[in-house]
């Protein structure tokens, strides 16, 4: 079954560094998302991406965060200057219909450990 | 057994009974809810959907119950397994939005 994938598993950074955190959707799937968990909590939604574009976006994802479809496999997300905040697992999911129809389909996540 | 989702996040049951997982939403325009499942260590796991012009859903071992009424949600899993110990998300998303919003989550530990 295809599967949404994301490197690394385990990300270690220093405050005030960038990241990138980098995800393969499934491969036909069009709706793109990203969503964090900080351990023990829920999961909370940052960003959705479709045609190229952000289609919508928590109060989370402030002007410190980017995505971007570098080309037509990875999906990415940028933290520009890292806060020890940021520190949580970041998920990655994609879906072949928009959220309101369709289930979205998670990665593994990559953990975010900011010192 | 049965949880009440925020106001108690742990259930735990006796391996072959059946558990129910509550969740309340606030968003009386959220129309597409889904259950997830989340093991240690790995991202949320799609269980099963369900529409607002349903009010009951069933997989195989799960059946999910949506009473818009009250704005609840719940999911009842069947012969409850050691495998099915994990935590359990509900999520909510309205028409056009693409912005899918989970609930707190409650852990499920199966005893053997």
């Known amino acids: 079954e295809p599967e949404v994938t994301q490197t690394p598993s385990h990300q270690v950074t220093q405050m005030g560094q960038e990241v990138i955190l980098r995800c393969v959707p499934i491969s036909n799937h069009l709706y793109f998302y990203w969503y964090r968990q900080i351990l023990g909590q829920k999961v909370e939604f940052l960003v959705s991406?479709?045609?190229?574009?952000?289609?919508?976006k928590s109060e989370i994802f402030d002007d410190q965060f980017s995505v971007e479809r570098p080309d037509g496999s990875n999906f990415t997300l940028k933290i520009r200057s890292t806060k020890l905040e940021d520190s949580a697992m970041y998920f990655c999911?994609?879906?072949?219909?928009?959220?309101?129809?369709?289930?979205?389909?998670f990665g593994n996540g990559t953990r975010l450990t900011v010192t | 057994g049965e949880s009440v989702g925020l106001h108690l996040p742990t259930l735990s049951v006796q391996e072959g009974d059946n558990s129910i997982i509550n969740c309340a939403y606030s968003?009386?325009?959220?129309?597409?809810f889904i259950w997830y499942k989340q093991e240690s260590g790995k991202g949320p796991q799609f269980i099963i959907d369900?529409?607002?012009?349903?009010d009951k859903r069933q997989g195989q071992r799960v059946t999910v119950l949506l009473n818009k009424t009250v704005k609840h949600l719940s999911l009842q899993i069947a012969a409850t397994q050691p495998g099915d110990s994990a935590v359990y998300f509900c999520?909510?998303?309205?028409?056009?939005?693409?912005?899918?919003?989970f609930g707190a989550g409650t852990r499920l530990t199966v005893k053997p």
């Open positions: 968003n009386s325009a959220s129309d597409y």
């Open positions: 369900i529409r607002s012009n349903m």
């Open positions: 999911a994609s879906s072949s219909q928009g959220g309101d129809n369709s289930p979205l389909h």
């Open positions: 999520a909510e998303n309205t028409s056009n939005n693409n912005d899918m919003r």
């Open positions: 991406f479709y045609n190229n574009e952000i289609s919508e």
